[in-house]
């Protein structure tokens, strides 16, 4: 994703407190980041921030981290924060390390609009390839449970097969998200952007029993 280069990035993200600069650190102890015992659930590739942050301020008893591996989109995601927010932090990094960071401990992970990568040699990129669902297997705490939400219609299709083959089960899914209705929809920038576009919006929430 191109974006343009953010004025201060660099002090923006040093100074927040809800930033972590050294996620590793705390591998398989989040917990204790967030003094408590309460789900965590993860956004890889949250943007700027506003779907991460709505569901922080909506369900005070689950902790979330937001993901992003660019510093200027990270700048904006943090200016966005508001005061006194605990169940919040966000990192930096590729998702390719994600198993690096975490182990064990994640509930759910949120993938919102993610890079299609439609080229088929680039197959390995996308977020739920085998590649990375087999990163995601080592950090899921008890079972695994994915929410997807995109535009690209191959990419949706994609991942029905690959997360199908991978052992998980639909529990939901729609391909047309905002013609349903859902009264509880919270949505990233990209979501609201493609709405107003009219493009359909596709939707799955899988889970998958741990052996």
């Known amino acids: 994703m191109r974006q343009r280069n953010v004025k201060n990035k660099k002090e923006i993200i040093e100074n927040s407190k809800y930033f972590i600069d050294n996620p590793n650190d705390y591998k398989g102890v989040w917990k204790y980041l967030f003094q408590n015992d309460n789900p965590i659930h993860i956004e ?41 927010l605990e169940n919040l932090k966000m990192i930096r990094l590729d998702a390719i390390n994600i198993e690096d960071v975490f182990e064990k401990e994640i509930t759910t992970i949120y993938l919102n609009f993610s890079d299609p990568w439609p080229k088929a040699r680039h197959e390995k990129r996308r977020l739920t390839s085998p590649n990375f669902l087999e990163k995601y297997e080592k950090i899921f705490a008890c079972n695994n449970h994915i929410i997807m939400k995109t535009d690209n219609k191959d990419l949706f299709a994609y991942s029905i097969k690959s997360l199908n083959n991978y052992g998980y089960m639909i529990q939901d899914i729609t391909f047309d998200l905002e013609a349903r209705g859902d009264s509880d929809n919270i949505k990233s920038e990209y979501e609201e952007k493609f709405t107003k576009l009219n493009n359909p919006i596709y939707k799955i929430e899988v889970n998958k029993q741990k052996n």
Do not use: C, H, W
């Open 44 to 84: 890889i590739g949250m943007g700027k921030g506003q779907f991460i942050i709505e569901n922080a301020l909506k369900y005070k008893d689950i902790n979330f981290i937001g993901i992003e591996k660019f510093d200027s989109i990270l700048a904006l995601a943090l200016k966005k924060v508001p005061d006194n």
